[in-house]
């Protein structure tokens, strides 16, 4: 068992709390205390630790971690050599891909990235800035920063490279996109030894399709009802969302039980339709992972 221990890196800091969610609906339980890096996890074969998003795709390189999770943007800036398992589309506030973009004061004279010819750029991502400017034949000053970058611009810097999901961050702080660099979300990467061992492939392979699972079923939602069997093809026809229900028959032969999955947000809209198709017991159920 000892060779077939999966030793796993967990991002530390936003994404802390989204991850250990993530894992309890995927089925593995992860406790730690809030000073620990070290968490506990009900699972014999898997071990890990919490360190920053920015560090775990070298860690997973240089073989400490046999896998583990990191963004996209973050195996570009180390120049990570790994094995991208899979795309894990999440965070701590929406299920979209995040990017990093240019940005300048609203009322800045910069319109495109040429004009930041010869300027300072703050970011964290510096290598990654680096290559965008030099791909588009601009030569500018990049800095690292280490964190607020937002209030840098314009006195300290004439722009900033941020990582954005919603843009609420940047409006907040008055600033303007001046070009996107990158479109970036999370994924499950593994070091190319261990991805070469059939016992740890096998195994991260698991955890690879349980994450996924648990996240389509993130804003879906199992329902069930008993319907008239005279009604099924008219309320199929105008549910779309129906279209491949598991049909149950009944003691009752002139009924039928029905059970579907469908998109949380459009239950408001099936539900009065189902009623006026005579419908009875609908019943709506939370869904912790769905497995093709």
Known sequence: MANSLIMMGFPKGSLEESTISLFGKAGWKITKSSRSYKPSIDDPELDGRFVRAQEISRYVEQGFFDCGLTGYDWILENDSDVVEVCDLIYSKATTLKSRWVLCVKEDSDVKTVKDLEGKRIATELVNVTKKFLADNGVNANVEFSWGATEVKVPDLVDAIADITETGSS???????????????????????????????????????????????????????????????????????????????????????????????????????????????????????????
Request: glycine residues 2%; positive net charge; hydrophobic residues 45%.
């Open 170 to 292: 940047l409006r907040a702080n008055n600033l303007r996109i001046v070009d996107t660099m990158l479109y970036t979300n999370t994924k499950l990467i593994a070091n190319k030894a261990s991805w070469e061992n059939p016992e740890k492939r096998k195994k991260i392979e698991s955890i690879a399709m349980l994450l996924q699972a648990a996240l389509d079923a993130n804003n879906k939602v199992g329902l069930k009802m008993n319907l008239p069997k005279a009604n099924i093809s008219k309320v199929i026809a105008a549910l779309p969302a129906l279209r491949k229900p598991t049909i149950s028959t009944l003691s009752d032969e002139a009924w039928v039980a029905v059970e579907t999955i469908v998109d949380e947000k459009i239950v408001r809209e099936i539900v009065p339709t189902l009623k006026e198709n005579g419908a009875e017991g609908i019943v709506e159920y939370p869904l912790n992972k769905i497995i093709a």
